[in-house]
């Protein structure tokens, strides 16, 4: 690297002595793991050298491991130590998923000349506060756990994948900052970034959509619905075709969205609910064919007159083709909430619907940070049902009435609510769900923002007790078919644990290392003709794309 630290590469070579174009994995994962899989053995039987890196401070690679900041420069200095190489076309891709995925989209930010195309799984966007480590401004305890996990250079606990699927015993300690001591390890970094409670520069360094308008590399993005990082993937797109650098990388985007969770392609069925035999797709083949065109210059391979966008709508178990996104045709539509002052439980009376609110009674419940909304979660479930979480008082549930006829919902989807709380701050946690003629609650999608937040990642702007302020909410994005005979439901919570961090509901500077009391708060949901709460469904007429 440019300031003379030595990172670790292992080479799966053709058998042939020409150059060859290079396929690169960048993973702090350890590059042994990724050496036996069945797409690296194809990359390189189709004449790919695959080249798997370790990051720095990781594994066999020298130098201190600080996710995200050092792989800006890191990757660039790799693909371009790569394209010297006499073995090496001078053409390179990159390929993985996760914080590979991430690690490919910061070496794209600087623009190297021998980086023709990327291939990135599940990667998180590139705002650090808007999923990854920070979701809406409340903090995923995966990260924690992943910090935890990840040991100094090796792992510090055998299993990453499975770990980060199960409640820990140290995600009640509080505060967040004594996690760490409390799971029996220390993390440089996690201890870094409790310091850094807001949107400031140092958080700036971590991300990468800042440089989309320096970027030249046209990417397949590939998630999944229940993607844990699901976000990344439709943000990037969409970026990448608005401010991309070069007409190539504009028009190179390609966005796949499958019913599938945070390792892409692997099942049909996910907590019970199957989605047919076309869930699982050749994804595979069609990463070596985008690799041909762009690393190889195969034009007449299909690549480019395919859809740029291909959707798998749940419920309709269809997958919808498109060349952007959102799709065409998509209507933006109020759905608002009612209720007689009892929406509490989804055994309350709250209901949603397309009519406007008029004088109505309000909702309340009672968010205390000592006993938050327990909602296991696994990276591994999918659209788990809800009713566990949502049988309790201070989940507040709004339900429509049967349909009769279908609803397809496929787009960015975001909510509004109008509230007040007797807390300096506190969360706003919103889910929609299908509820099926069966009863079960299958969860589509979620949303989250910590209030102080309401204005901006910047700086945190505290409530005034018992006012009521409109709260902004973004609930990522949906792809549903709502069947006849089934309900739609928006659930509102001020926890999901241990998905997410506890809000302690307080006015301290930094909640992560704050060990004052924390503050139990009545919380107030007004949906009226002054104040109409309601989510925006993305409404698709007219049938599938």
Same mark, same amino acid.
Request: aromatic share 10%; net charge negative; charged share 20%.
């Given at each position: 690297?440019?300031?003379?630290?030595?990172?670790?590469?292992?080479?799966?070579?053709?058998?042939?002595?020409?150059?060859c174009?290079?396929?690169?994995?960048?993973?702090?994962?350890?590059?042994? =793991?990724?050496?036996?899989?069945?797409?690296?053995?194809?990359? %390189?039987?189709?004449?790919?050298?695959?080249?798997?890196?370790?990051?720095?401070?990781?594994?066999?690679?020298?130098?201190?491991?600080?996710p995200?900041?050092?792989?800006?420069?890191?990757?660039?200095?790799? @693909?371009?130590?790569?394209?010297?190489?006499?073995?090496?076309?001078?053409?390179?891709?990159?390929?993985?998923?996760?914080?590979?995925?991430?690690?490919?989209?910061?070496?794209?930010?600087?623009?190297?000349?021998?980086?023709? %195309?990327?291939?990135?799984?599940?990667s998180?966007?590139? $705002?650090?506060?808007?999923?990854?480590?920070?979701?809406?401004?409340?903090?995923?305890?995966?990260?924690?756990?992943?910090?935890?996990?990840?040991?100094?250079?090796?792992?510090?606990?055998?299993?990453?994948?499975?770990? *980060?699927?199960?409640?820990?015993?140290?995600?009640?300690?509080?505060?967040?900052?004594?996690?760490?001591t409390?799971?029996?390890?220390?993390?440089?970094?996690?201890?870094?970034?409790?310091?850094?409670?807001?949107?400031?520069?140092?958080?700036?360094?971590?991300?990468?959509?800042?440089?989309?308008?320096?970027?030249?590399?046209?990417?397949?993005?590939?998630?999944?619905?229940?993607?844990m990082?699901?976000?990344?993937?439709?943000?990037?797109?969409?970026?990448?075709?608005q $401010?991309?650098?070069?007409?190539?990388?504009?028009?190179?985007?390609?966005?796949?969205?499958?019913?599938?969770?945070?390792?892409?392609?692997?099942?049909?069925?996910?907590?019970?609910?199957?989605?047919?035999p076309?869930?699982?797709?050749? =994804?595979?083949?069609?990463?070596?064919r985008?690799?041909?065109?762009?690393?190889k210059?195969?034009?007449?391979?299909?690549?480019?007159?395919?859809?740029?966008? $291909?959707?798998f709508?749940?419920?309709?178990?269809?997958w919808?083709?498109?060349?952007?996104?959102?799709?065409?045709?998509?209507?933006?539509?109020?759905?608002?909430?009612?209720?007689?002052? %009892?929406?509490?439980?989804?055994?309350?009376?709250?209901?949603?619907?397309?009519?406007?609110?008029?004088?109505?009674?309000?909702?309340?419940?009672?968010?205390?940070?000592?006993?938050?909304?327990? %909602?296991?979660?696994? *990276?591994?479930?999918?659209?788990v049902?809800?009713?566990?979480?949502?049988?309790?008082?201070?989940?507040?549930?709004?339900?429509?009435?049967?349909?009769?006829?279908?609803?397809?919902?496929?787009g960015?989807?975001?909510?509004?609510?109008?509230?007040?709380?007797?807390?300096?701050?506190?969360?706003? $946690?919103?889910?929609?769900?299908?509820?099926?003629?069966?009863?079960?609650?299958?969860?589509?999608?979620?949303?989250?923002?910590?209030?102080?937040?309401?204005?901006?990642?910047?700086?945190? @702007?505290?409530?005034?007790?018992?006012?009521?302020?409109?709260?902004?909410?973004?609930?990522?994005?949906?792809?549903?078919?709502?069947?006849?005979?089934?309900?739609?439901?928006?659930?509102?919570?001020?926890?999901?644990?241990?998905?997410?961090?506890?809000?302690?509901?307080?006015?301290?500077?930094?909640?992560?290392?704050?060990?004052?009391?924390?503050?139990?708060?009545?919380? @107030?949901?007004?949906?009226?003709?002054?104040?109409?709460?309601?989510? @925006?469904?993305?409404?698709?007429?007219?049938?599938?794309?």
């Amino acid at each position: 690297m440019r300031d003379g630290v030595k990172l670790a590469m292992d080479l799966v070579r053709p058998d042939t002595e020409a150059p060859c174009p290079v396929v690169l994995v960048r993973t702090p994962y350890d590059k042994v =793991l990724v050496r036996p899989g069945a797409q690296i053995e194809d990359l %390189a039987r189709r004449g790919y050298i695959v080249a798997m890196q370790d990051c720095r401070g990781r594994f066999n690679s020298d130098g201190n491991f600080d996710p995200y900041r050092q792989e800006h420069n890191d990757g660039f200095d790799t @693909v371009e130590w790569i394209a010297r190489q006499p073995w090496c076309t001078g053409s390179i891709g990159m390929i993985g998923g996760s914080y590979t995925a991430q690690t490919q989209w910061f070496a794209a930010s600087q623009a190297p000349k021998g980086l023709k %195309a990327i291939v990135p799984h599940c990667s998180p966007p590139g $705002h650090p506060f808007m999923n990854e480590p920070f979701y809406g401004g409340t903090l995923l305890l995966a990260m924690v756990e992943w910090a935890v996990a990840m040991g100094r250079r090796s792992f510090q606990s055998p299993g990453l994948a499975g770990i *980060l699927t199960k409640f820990q015993p140290y995600f009640d300690a509080r505060p967040v900052a004594a996690m760490e001591t409390a799971g029996g390890t220390s993390s440089p970094f996690m201890e870094e970034w409790v310091k850094h409670p807001v949107f400031d520069e140092f958080w700036k360094a971590c991300g990468y959509e800042q440089f989309w308008s320096q970027m030249t590399v046209p990417a397949l993005n590939v998630t999944g619905w229940w993607d844990m990082n699901f976000l990344g993937a439709p943000r990037n797109f969409v970026g990448m075709q608005q $401010h991309g650098a070069t007409e190539g990388a504009r028009k190179g985007q390609r966005l796949i969205i499958g019913p599938w969770e945070h390792w892409v392609n692997r099942t049909r069925e996910m907590s019970g609910v199957d989605f047919g035999p076309t869930a699982i797709v050749d =994804l595979m083949g069609y990463e070596l064919r985008f690799f041909d065109r762009w690393l190889k210059g195969k034009r007449d391979n299909g690549v480019d007159a395919d859809p740029r966008v $291909h959707i798998f709508v749940l419920g309709a178990n269809q997958w919808w083709e498109a060349d952007e996104w959102p799709l065409p045709g998509m209507r933006p539509t109020p759905l608002y909430l009612h209720s007689d002052g %009892a929406a509490n439980t989804h055994h309350g009376d709250g209901k949603v619907s397309f009519d406007l609110p008029r004088k109505e009674a309000h909702d309340t419940f009672v968010s205390d940070p000592m006993d938050p909304v327990s %909602a296991p979660w696994s *990276l591994h479930e999918g659209p788990v049902d809800d009713r566990p979480a949502s049988g309790r008082s201070d989940v507040l549930c709004y339900t429509s009435e049967p349909l009769k006829v279908a609803v397809d919902a496929v787009g960015p989807v975001s909510g509004t609510i109008f509230a007040s709380s007797t807390a300096a701050d506190c969360d706003w $946690h919103l889910r929609i769900v299908d509820v099926h003629p069966d009863g079960s609650a299958r969860f589509i999608c979620h949303g989250a923002l910590r209030a102080r937040f309401r204005e901006g990642y910047e700086r945190s @702007v505290f409530l005034k007790a018992g006012e009521v302020t409109r709260f902004d909410v973004d609930m990522t994005q949906m792809g549903a078919r709502f069947l006849p005979g089934h309900r739609i439901r928006v659930e509102i919570a001020s926890s999901w644990f241990p998905r997410f961090d506890v809000n302690p509901q307080t006015a301290a500077t930094d909640w992560m290392t704050d060990t004052s009391a924390p503050s139990v708060a009545k919380q @107030v949901v007004l949906h009226d003709e002054l104040h109409p709460s309601h989510i @925006v469904l993305p409404i698709i007429q007219g049938g599938p794309a």
